[in-house]
């Protein structure tokens, strides 16, 4: 299974927004609403954000929004902070019953 | 409250093999799967597989078929990983995170609950 596209970074000044992509297939992404996304500081376990492509977990603030297009999954973040720099990881479930990641993208807030 | 806490680093020869393990508290270990996925040094995050902790059925990435094997112990609410013909290219952080359902158990296929993560070292 091979890891699903993700840009290796993206940047954002302050208050911007930002999205970050996740690009897989009709076998995971694109035929399933089971995608995930997960936040990681460095030297951290990873924290959920997103759940079934748009669903945030209960403390998550809803600064951070996701969607989906075909095979395409989006990450928005809205009212950037400091704190939001950090990896950002998709995930989706596939059609062989497992799960597979992204490539991972670093936020940096400028 | 929910947490997971795994067993502490590993350094192991090449060839040998390695068995972490995931202690749960803090709710009912045989109604939620749990995952196990892997980090080397400044990669991205790997899939390695997942247990249905209530009847034990397992499910492994094609990447690890042959060489990880997952267990659980529900008297002790653990769940353990063991990785056999270790390789340099296996020294990585390994987690455990605990799969995500809603109210009525239907799975998100998510996974909302990490342990701390162990560092498994593979060097000769």
């Known amino acids: 299974q091979s890891a699903l596209t993700q840009p290796a970074s993206v940047s954002g000044s302050p208050g911007q927004s930002i999205t970050i992509s996740c690009t897989g297939t009709?076998?995971?992404?694109?035929?399933?609403?089971?995608v995930s996304w997960y936040q990681q500081h460095p030297g951290k376990a990873p924290k959920l954000m997103i759940y079934?492509?748009?669903n945030r977990p209960s403390g998550v603030s809803n600064r951070f929004s996701g969607s989906k297009s075909g095979n395409t999954a989006s990450l928005t973040i809205s009212g950037l902070q400091a704190e939001d720099e950090a990896n950002y990881y998709c995930?989706?479930?596939?059609?062989?019953?497992?799960?597979?990641f992204g490539g991972g993208t670093k936020l940096t807030v400028l | 409250q929910v947490q997971l806490v795994q067993s502490g680093a590993e350094v192991k020869k090449p060839g040998a093999s390695v068995k972490v393990s995931c202690k749960a508290s803090?709710?009912?270990?045989?109604?939620?799967?749990m995952h196990w996925v892997r980090q080397a040094p400044g990669q991205r995050l790997e899939w390695m597989g997942w247990?249905?902790?209530?009847?034990?059925?397992?499910k492994y990435s094609q990447t690890f078929q042959g060489r990880v094997t997952i267990t659980r112990d529900t008297f002790a609410s653990t769940a353990y990983m063991e990785l056999s013909s270790l390789r340099s290219e296996d020294t990585a952080v390994y987690y455990c995170?605990?799969?995500?359902?809603?109210?009525?158990?239907?799975?998100?296929?998510?996974?909302?609950?990490w342990g701390q993560g162990t560092t498994v070292t593979v060097s000769s």
């Open positions: 995170a605990r799969n995500s359902y809603s109210t009525t158990g239907t799975s998100y296929y998510a996974m909302d609950v």
């Open positions: 803090g709710y009912t270990f045989t109604s939620y799967a």
């Open positions: 247990i249905n902790t209530g009847n034990g059925n397992t």
């Open positions: 009709s076998s995971d992404v694109g035929g399933y609403n089971y």
């Open positions: 079934e492509v748009s």
């Open positions: 995930s989706s479930y596939t059609s062989s019953s497992t799960l597979v």
